[in-house]
């Protein structure tokens, strides 16, 4: 058989292939044309042929043309709509940067996105009128301007509020930026604009309304958390790091879109590639529901025509700067360098003109595939979806920008741009006074605002919409908190421990149980967690469907379909992103759910702070517990364990309140107090808490100093004798270090020292901060830190320990009377015994007692001999190696 022969034969073989194929799609369905397929992959698979993971289908949209519903609305009414807001939000950023240079915005994202959130917008996204649960919705940052634009033509906006758009300080108020709940606390609910982190978070926030629904905190509904994502940011680990708990969790209330436009900031996000086609499969390998959304309506009846696939071979020969090519090129070239390639795909458009080649729409431009995808979403079963929609960044911008490598940036318009964009999309403004870009609005009586807001009543009202009300709540039992004011009776205690007693307690409480949400990245052992394993549960939606291994013992791995606990495993980025849900459902479901959110210290701010950093935006409440924090505190564990940062990176968030505690009394103290300030009064605050495994006697609580425990600092121990006043300070486990030095001072020098307790010097400094700055702009009405309340004028010593860097204390330094001393741990970790850890970083009370006497005897308070025996005696070395160098 020569060559030819053979060819024939395969062809003739592969016709009836697809043949038998089509005959059974046609006869039987296509559930059993798939049930035949897997079969055979099965049968051949026997065989010895390997089929090696194929995520992707071909590049065609994912819906077929016969499964199409046709589309519920007025296409026109929706078009003209769509088109008055597109102008809006281009001329809110190109008023914005007239008026003010520099002031920045987007066009580009929203002109590739537009059709995406008005097909929502008319028939989807659900509002929260009449008790309904709404739809959670993520809307991609950039993208912002479209979503004013639309809230202007509902009448919630007025044009002076557009006109302040990135002028938050304008009288009256401004728009900000981006979705910021802390700018716009009645509007925004989700803030993306950090990349990335808003498809972890919606993921979370998914999961997290299963866990309210299954423990009957909440009714189940059809709520849908739809979370609108640049294709440019799914390349930030966070878009995709979560993308397998929303399946195995089987999330299909759940709904990714991703804006293809194929641009990012700089370029194309992948030139060489095919984004799409890149997503669909490492969204299908994770086990998502993929709908792809590529072309429009008008590349229909050309794939009718592809009965031997030489047009979707074509596609999927493309990659991606050569689609983006296409946009900016004429019909010729589109004609000979895409259609050229095959005779008969060039056969297929010899009747179209080279405008209508231009004009051949993309899938996330045409309503109809749209709605489509979106309904195939919102009905999909047992899986999430995600939405691959084919777009064009900057659409409808013309040379100005559309499909351009620099349009991203694009933020003016020329007088011939505009009226480009004028016309491109019928906007009726004339000539006069069209190089202001000024804003547009149809009269109220008129048929396309009568239409837009009957279409939002019928959803159930408006979208973005925060609520900000206050949530009835009642504190927990005082006892659970008072009995830590006694000592332990001599027994060593560590600070998590108090707090896990605390936790356990809260979770049997009959006012707040229910509402507590302990969240841990596998970490539950580490703290003396793990009797909550049996006395709680953890959660999992589907029940234990296993034996554990552990379940004779008390303290089994107890998984339950109302568990309290959310293992989320090793897993930081996610279990913040629980948190940020459980830290808003005041907001989002009306429930003062209190998050517990316990992790290794060290893996906290550094590791997730930028998750910490939208959790203060998104104005989340609860608890963050550091645990065994503190630099020297933790033996054994090493450089990339010992946390000597967490409060110095804590001090630059606005929104947390840290706690730095060495007493159980303390830790009590603190832990009500944050329960009535979030939950009772409403603050929208985070309670950072930082707590140590070192065992240690814990002391009653010395009388009258609450309400000084939770500003930050207390005093001790008095001394009477105090003639030189020197004060030391501590907090966290050096405290104890601090006490000791001080009873040595005492012991061996006669030297009486003050001790005080510093349970945050977070507290300290932005109180004395903000009484400067009150006490600058006010000369003539002066008010008191709490750092003078406690320690007066009196010039004094003040000497400050404390397990993290010495900038901690010295943030603080510049506020107290005198002379000001920090001992902390700057430098990286080694792995020790805690007593070497605290020896190397010189933080133990023999350094402490040192550095005292050293100041003292510069300020000529003592004699030079008294320094030369202590240094024996405390074993001092005057050529020890500097634990901050590297
Ligand atoms: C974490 C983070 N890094 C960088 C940026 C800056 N930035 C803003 S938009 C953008 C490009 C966005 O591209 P894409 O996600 O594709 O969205 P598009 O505008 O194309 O829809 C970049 C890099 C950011 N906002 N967040
Ligand atoms: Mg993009």
Redesign the pocket.
């Known amino acids: 058989m020569d060559n030819n022969e053979l060819a024939r034969d395969q062809e003739i073989e592969n016709k009836e292939w697809m043949d038998s194929i089509d005959y059974i799609i046609e006869n039987e369905g296509y559930k059993r044309a798939k049930e035949i397929l897997l079969l055979l992959q099965t049968r051949s698979q026997l065989k010895g042929i390997n089929f090696t993971y194929q995520g992707n289908t071909p590049y065609i949209n994912t819906i077929p043309v016969n499964e199409e519903t046709p589309y519920p609305g007025s296409r026109e009414m929706e078009r003209k709509i769509k088109s008055i807001i597109r102008w809006n939000a281009m001329a809110m950023v190109v008023r914005a940067n007239k008026e003010t240079e520099g002031i920045g915005g ?1 066009i ?2 929203y002109a ?2 537009a059709a995406l959130y008005e097909v929502g917008f008319n028939h989807f996204f659900r509002g929260g009128d009449e008790g309904q649960r709404p739809d959670m919705i993520y809307f ?4 912002a301007p479209g979503i004013y634009a639309r809230s202007f033509l509902e009448g919630r906006f007025t044009e002076q509020d557009l006109e302040n758009f990135r002028r938050e300080l304008k009288p009256g108020g401004g728009l900000s930026s ?1 979705p910021h709940p802390r700018s716009m606390p009645d509007y925004w609910q989700f803030p993306t ?5 808003g498809p972890i978070i919606a993921i979370y926030q998914a999961r997290f309304n299963r866990y309210m629904e299954d423990k009957g905190l909440i009714a189940k509904s059809d709520q849908k958390i739809w979370a609108f ?8 680990p966070e878009s995709m790091g979560a993308l397998t708990l929303a399946s195995r969790e089987e999330l299909d209330n759940l709904i990714f879109v991703v ?8 370029g194309p ?1 992948r030139g060489n590639g095919s984004i799409i086609q890149e997503l669909e499969s490492a969204f299908h390998g994770a086990g998502w529901n993929v709908i792809k959304v590529i072309h429009g309506q008008d590349w229909d009846p050309l794939f009718e025509k592809d009965k031997d696939g030489l047009l979707a071979r074509r596609f999927g020969e493309l990659v991606d700067g050569q689609r983006q090519r296409y946009i900016i090129s004429s019909g010729d070239y589109i004609r000979k360098d895409f259609f050229g390639k095959y005779e008969q795909t060039l056969k297929m458009v010899e009747h179209y003109s080279d405008e209508q080649l231009e004009k051949l729409s993309r899938g996330g431009h045409d309503p109809l595939k749209i709605y489509n995808a979106f309904k195939a979403a919102v009905n999909h079963k047992g899986a999430p979806t995600v939405i691959l929609a084919s ?1 064009i ?1 900057g659409y409808g911008l013309g040379e100005a920008g559309e499909g351009r490598n620099i349009t ?1 940036q694009q933020k003016k318009l020329n007088e011939e741009e505009l009226k480009y964009f004028r016309g491109r999309f019928g906007i009726p403004i004339s000539d006069e006074g069209i190089g202001k870009a000024p804003f547009y609005k149809p009269a109220e009586d008129s048929e396309e605002m009568k239409y837009l807001l009957e279409l939002r009543q019928k959803l159930g009202g408006f979208l973005p919409n925060r609520v900000s009300e206050k949530v009835r709540f009642e504190m927990p039992d005082h006892a659970i908190f008072k009995e830590f004011s006694n000592d332990s009776g001599g027994k060593e205690v560590a600070t998590t421990m108090v707090l896990v007693q605390i936790l356990a307690k809260l979770l049997k409480d009959k006012n707040v149980g229910k509402l507590i949400v302990p969240i841990v990245p596998d970490e539950s052992r580490t703290f003396g967690m793990d009797s909550l394993f049996r006395q709680v549960g953890i959660y999992s939606h589907k029940g234990q469907l296993y034996e554990p291994v552990d379940s004779e013992s008390l303290m089994y791995y107890k998984e339950a379909i109302d568990g309290a606990i959310l293992e989320e495993g090793i897993n930081e980025a996610g279990s913040m992103s629980s948190f940020i849900a459980a830290g808003t459902s005041h907001s989002t479901h009306g429930v003062n759910n209190i998050p517990f959110f316990i992790f290794y210290s060290m893996f906290g701010f550094q590791r997730v702070g ?1 998750l910490i950093w939208a959790a203060g935006d998104i104005r989340a409440r609860g608890f963050m517990i550091g645990g065994t924090s503190g630099r020297t505190t933790l033996a054994g564990e090493g450089l990339q364990h010992l946390d000597g940062n967490s409060h110095l990176l804590a001090l630059t968030y606005p929104s947390i309140k840290a706690y730095d505690p060495t007493f159980a009394y303390e830790v009590a103290i603190i832990v009500e107090e944050g329960i009535k300030e979030m939950f009772v009064e409403s603050k929208d605050v985070i309670y950072y808490i930082t707590v140590m495994n070192e065992k240690y006697p814990m002391p009653a609580k010395p009388p009258c100093t609450k309400s000084h425990i939770l500003k930050g600092m207390y005093q001790y121990r008095y001394e009477e004798n105090n003639v030189y006043n020197l004060n030391l300070l501590g907090s966290g486990a050096i405290l104890n270090e601090v006490i000791k030095a001080a009873d040595i001072l005492k012991s061996d020098y006669d030297i009486h020292p003050h001790v005080w307790s510093v349970t945050s010097f977070k507290n300290l400094y932005d109180d004395a901060r903000e009484v400067v700055r009150y006490n600058t702009l006010n000369p003539d009405k002066k008010k008191e830190s709490h750092i003078r309340f406690l320690v007066g004028e009196k010039p004094g010593l003040f000497i400050a320990a404390t397990d993290y860097v010495k900038a901690l204390p010295l943030s603080v330094a510049t506020y107290f009377p005198g002379q000001f001393v920090a001992l902390g741990t700057d430098g990286f970790g080694i792995s020790e015994t805690r007593t070497a850890l605290r020896d190397h970083f010189e933080v133990d009370a023999r350094h402490i007692v040192w550095t005292t006497l050293v100041q003292l005897r510069d300020n000529g308070k003592i004699d030079n001999s008294v320094l030369t025996g202590a240094r024996k005696k405390l074993g001092i070395k005057s050529d020890k190696i500097n634990p901050a160098a590297v």
């Open positions: 987007h580009s994202t590739s996105s991609q940052g950039h993208a981006y604009v950090s990349m990335g982190l994502l640049g294709d440019g940011e799914m390349d930030e804006n293809c436009n194929l641009q990012r900031l700089d996000v777009t960044k991203h930028d």
